[in-house]
T-cell receptor
């Protein structure tokens, strides 16, 4: 158990819908990262937050947004969902920027 | 543009064999970081190592070792005396000055008893 929690574990929704994925980092970790893993695109880094501020951006679509709250948990919002958004979404946390990252179990999103 | 190439897509070895996973990268940045991640069959991701571009010292952690060679733009990963538990998909990644992290396509390692 890495200490990073993600909810929900599974999510099934329809095209055009909006979903929110939640991540709670390990206690004391200030940095949160989001990754997407799909068959088409492989493993991709989406976005990083550090102590509430966006720090680095990867291949995150404009339909996707994220934030990190004062209690350091983070949410990834995916809107206008398409079939191609079906993927495993991982959250990770680290004490400081790009230090050793600890991953959550992932949220499997299925868009029908 | 940044790019990471893991030329091997799949390797199968017998337990106790040594195996090296190749990673070649491309970047114009002078400061960058290289990573290795492991994804076992259970699906979770495990961070293995992060190295910066100014530190070419090889690193050893138990049965794992990493060889960073700037001259050949490579960051290879060797598992010594492989075990069945090493069976996983291994990803190499590069983070340049833009902070964006780019992954290779991954290499599936199967260690047979």
């Amino acid at each position: 158990d890495s200490g990073v929690t993600q909810t929900p574990k599974h999510l099934i929704t329809a095209t055009g819908q909006r979903v929110t994925l939640r991540c709670s980092p390990r206690s004391g970790d200030l940095s949160v990262y989001w990754y997407q893993q799909s068959l088409d695109q492989g493993l991709q880094f989406l976005i990083q937050y550090y102590n509430g501020e966006e720090r680095a951006k990867g291949n995150i679509l404009e339909r996707f947004s994220a934030q990190q709250f004062p209690d350091l948990h983070s949410e990834l919002n995916l809107s206008s969902l398409e079939l191609g958004d079906s993927a495993l979404y991982f959250c990770a946390s680290s004490p400081v920027d790009w230090d050793e990252q600890f991953f959550g179990p992932g949220t499997r999103l299925t868009v029908l | 543009a940044q790019k990471v190439t893991q030329a091997q897509t799949e390797i199968s070895v017998v337990e106790k064999e040594d195996v090296t996973l190749d990673c070649v990268y491309e970047t114009r940045d002078t400061t960058y970081y290289l990573f290795w991640y492991k994804q076992p069959p259970s699906g979770e991701l495990v961070f293995l190592i992060r190295r910066n571009s100014f530190d070419e010292q090889n690193e050893i952690s138990g049965r794992y070792s990493w060889n960073f060679q700037k001259s050949t733009s490579s960051f290879n990963f060797t598992i010594t005396a492989s075990q069945v538990v090493d069976s996983a998909v291994y990803f190499c990644a590069l983070q340049g000055g833009s902070e964006k992290l780019v992954f290779g396509k991954g290499m599936k390692l199967t260690v047979n008893p």
